[in-house]
């Protein structure tokens, strides 16, 4: 699936690629964040899959799960899925956010990351 950063892939600028390591064991893309307090935060994700194949993104804080979505033809318009998170419960906390590229049949599972961005306001 060629896994890595790619100029320009189905109409996106900068696309990561990740790939699931096993047929058990998501690609895992974590930082720590400070969710301000008094302010509205949300995770903005846009997110692609495969022609040929599909996975679950999964969002967790701090190991706690905030979202479990399957990204495919299905759910994703020509291609990509939008979703946004709200992370404001969080508020006041430095947490570690993960996105997980879960396989869910070890078929063409990549997941090509066009935008992942936390904002407050």
């Given at each position: 699936?060629?896994?890595?950063l790619?100029?320009?892939?189905?109409?996106?600028?900068?696309?990561?690629?990740?790939h699931?390591?096993?047929?058990?064991t998501?690609?895992?893309?974590?930082?720590?964040v400070?969710?301000?307090?008094?302010?509205?935060?949300?995770?903005?994700?846009?997110?692609?899959?495969?022609?040929?194949?599909?996975?679950?993104?999964?969002?967790r804080?701090d190991?706690?799960?905030?979202?479990r979505?399957?990204v495919?033809?299905?759910t994703?318009?020509?291609?990509?899925?939008e979703?946004?998170?709200?992370?404001?419960?969080?508020?006041?906390?430095k947490?570690?956010?993960?996105?997980?590229?879960?396989?869910?049949?070890?078929?063409?599972?990549?997941?090509?990351?066009?935008?992942?961005?936390?904002?407050?306001?």
């Open positions: 699936m060629d896994p890595g790619k100029a320009e892939w189905q109409g996106k600028k900068n696309v990561f690629v990740s699931p390591a096993d047929p058990n998501g690609c895992v893309l974590s930082k720590t400070a969710v301000p307090a008094g302010k509205k935060t949300t995770l903005r994700l846009v997110v692609g899959h495969s022609p040929q194949g599909d996975f679950d993104l999964i969002v804080a190991g706690r799960q905030l979202l979505t399957p495919s033809k299905a994703a318009k020509n291609t990509w899925l979703k946004d998170v709200d992370l404001t419960p969080l508020a006041g906390k947490v570690k956010l993960e996105m997980v590229n879960q396989p869910t049949g070890w078929m063409c599972e990549a997941a090509y990351w066009a935008k992942i961005a936390v904002t407050s306001e």
